[in-house]
Structure formats: C-alpha cells, structure tokens
C-alpha cells in the first residue's frame, strides 16, 4: 500500500480515502464547478434549442431551467451519495451494475468525455481572456491555465478545503450577484413573447449540465463524511449555480444588447470585464476536476497507476490540444452525445443500487458481469437517440432515418432526458428485481477495489 496523507486524496485505488469533506466543503466544492462560463453560453440555446422551431418565450426558457435544475440535481446528488455510502469513486461504483470488467465500457467513455471537458474548459478561458485582455496572450493564458489546473489536481482534497472553500467561493459569488443585477435591470422582451413548443429540448440542455457530472461524483463524494452531506452538498451547490448562471445567460441573450454574444452583452455592463474575469479564473476549478476525474476513472482499469503520474501527462495532453481547438460554442451536440450514454447508465444504477443492492453492492476487482444490466442502459441510449439525436452531422442523420423507418414521430413536447431515464429506469426495476440477492450482506470496501 503506497504512503499517502491521511489528508488528501489516495494516490492508488488500493490506498484508502480520507473522510474529510464535509457540507460546507462541498457546498463550495459543488458552488465552484457550477459558476461556470459554459453555463452562460449553454444558456443562449434554452432560448432557442432547436432551429426547426420558434425561439422560446422568458418564461418558458426560464420555467425549464427549474425543471431542468430540480431534475439533473436531484440525480446528482444521488449519484454523490452512493459514492459516500460504498466509499468507492464513480467508475468503480459502476462494477456493482456491470461487473468488473464490464465496467470498463463506461469508464472508456468517461475517460475521453473528461479530457474532452477539460480541452473545452481550457478553451473558453483563453477565449475569455484573450477578449479581456489581449487576442495575442491567448498561447500564454492555455499554458499557464493548464499548468495551474494539473498543479490543482496533484492535491484535490487540499484545493477543495483551503481555496475553493475559503477564497474562490466569496470572490464568484460577488462576481456573479453584481452581473444578475445588472442583467435584470437591462429591457427585457415580455415575458410571454415566444413559444413554449421547445420547452422539453431546452430542460434537457438545463438537464444536461448536472448529468454531465454524474459520472465524476463519486470521485469527491467518496471523501464525504456522510451521504446526507454528499447529497446536499452536490444537489444544493450544483443546483443553485444552474439556476444562476443559465438565468444570467438567458436575460443576456433576451436583452440583446450585443446580438446573439452573450460574453459581449455581459462585457457591455459597467466593470463587467472585472467581474468575468474573476469567473475566468474560476474556471480553473472545472479543467483540475476534469483532469483529477480522468485519473481516477482510469484507476478502475489500472488501479496501482500513481495519480500525481496519471494527473501530469493528463494536464500536459489536454493542455496541448487546447492548442488547436477554437470552437467552444460546437460544444452542444458534444453535451447531448454525453446525456444520452450517461443519463440511461445512472436510472439503472440508481434503480439497482437504492432498490435492490444497497448493502450488497460489489465494487471489488472480482466483481462479476452482469451482462442482463447492460439492457437497460442500452434501451435508455437507443430512446435518447431518437428521440433527440442531436446535432453531430455523421451521427444524427442515422439515428433521424431510423425513426422515420420505424415510423416514430416525436412530438415536441418529448424529452430525451426523461424518456430514456425512464425507459432505463423500468428496464432495471424488473431485471433488478430478477435477480435480487437472496440474503444482504456488507458492501465491498476500497480496501478491496482492486484485482
């Protein structure tokens, strides 16, 4: 077992993990990840989430982010609380449903997902900064962010209690108060101006912000010092800072001051180059979360692989490519792709777990495939897909003809999100209840995680 301290996160899967969070860290923790830049430029696509229809109205873009926050924080949390409970991070939490090795399916996928956000993340700072600053540091802002968020990385648990908690928290939320108040002043369209025939696309792209960090959950959650604080820490942190920054985005769209550039509408206010500066370096907190998620997950399939390694050639790759990616705003489709693998993938361990196996979930290295749960996973992406295969150009033609071969007709009012977490839902509850273990006994313990 590799030397560790007793106050920061575990360098291999076989170390244990320290139980140092507590609700106020992951308020803080949760808060940071969600004020995030991404969030306002998401926003911009509530308004109008699907071309082919008219642009919503304030009120229904404003009524699915509710909906839209409730729903994807409510799984948030949940899937924060297993994580407490097993003590497990997130990929491995996933033996449980599929086994061992077919944990690896989902764990791929989180993998590349992770770097994926990271890159974005690094992305949006240097274009941020660059129009706050000047268009020629853009080469110097990439590799001081990335350098800072794999130097954040190397030590978590430190960051969380110490920066994220005690500093980073007070200076965003200043920052984001003064442009909400500022945005709300400006003239607004009326309320009732618009359509609600998108409401259901635009609460999935609300939705899939928090869905998007299911699947990192765990990683931190597992630190916890109860479930309850995990729950309330991710669902209330991630909840609150989606209401605010999709509403901030969406008055910034609906004001129009600088067209369809929300970042310019949010420039246009009185120090608001000060204010989202503040929130550019803030951003830091979602490319480290990323780059330390990317490790861990990976740590499901190679569980001696030394983190502080793993985190250096993450942070050093992902820097890189940030070098030759421009296009940010491309980022929804890449958002409705994610919801649909991890949205199905989370109702059927939701469902197993707090249903059928709590107190015998097995997340040890011998843990056996569960071939029957991959029904319900895939039955849920299969929904997504045609119900809303977004807008990546080799891939939603396949899935547009197969519903027209099939003679489906989606109506308007249909979401992705809850259909497929349904479907997968309901496959699980009757596969689950299947094969439920006759007689409970304890959950697997990371002192057993690996093979």
Known sequence: ??????????????????????????????????????????????????????????????????????VGNVLLGLAARAGAEVGAPAMVLVRGLLGRRGSTVPTVANIAQNIGWAVVELVVIAEAASRLLDESLRPIVVIVAGLAATAMALRPLGVVRVYLKRVAVWLVLTSSAYLLWHVARSP???????????????????????????????????????????????SLGYGAATLAF?????????????????????????????????????????????????????????PKLDRRVGVAITGAFA??????????????????????????????????????????????????????????????????????????????PLWIDLRDALGITVPSWASASILSFLTSAVIAAVVGGLSRPASPSAASTSSSLSS
């Open 1 to 70: 077992m590799t030397t560790t301290s007793p106050l920061e996160a575990p360098r291999t899967l076989d170390d244990d993990a320290p139980r140092t969070l507590g609700l106020t860290d992951q308020l803080a923790l949760w808060g940071n990840l969600g004020i995030s830049l991404l969030l306002v430029v998401a926003a911009t696509f509530v308004l109008a989430p699907d071309p082919s229809l008219p642009p919503l109205s304030l009120v229904a873009a404003l009524t699915a982010i509710v909906v839209g926050a409730v």
């Open 188 to 234: 607004l369209p009326p309320l009732g101006e618009g359509s609600w025939s998108g409401f259901w696309k635009a609460t999935d792209i609300v939705i899939a912000l928090p869905i998007s960090w299911i699947p990192l959950a765990a990683d931190y959650s597992r630190h916890s010092r109860t479930g309850r604080d995990a729950f309330l820490g991710a």
């Open 319 to 396: 820097t890189t490519i940030a070098f030759v990616v421009d296009d940010y705003v491309a980022y929804e489709s890449f958002l409705f792709l994610l919801g649909s693998v991890f949205v199905p993938l989370f109702a059927a361990f939701a469902v197993d777990y707090y249903l059928f196996r709590r107190r015998t979930w097995d997340v040890s290295g011998d843990a056996p495939t569960r071939a029957l749960m991959f029904v319900p996973w895939i039955a849920g992406f299969v929904v997504y897909q045609l119900v809303n295969p977004g807008f990546v150009s080799w891939w939603a």
């Open 246 to 302: 999709f509403v901030l985005g969406v008055l910034a769209t609906a004001s129009g001051e600088a067209g369809d550039d929300v970042i310019a509408s949010l420039l246009a206010i009185p120090a608001g180059t000060i204010a989202l500066l503040v929130l550019v370096v803030d951003e830091l907190d979602e490319v480290f979360a990323n780059l330390y998620s990317t490790v861990i997950s990976a740590q499901n399939i190679v």
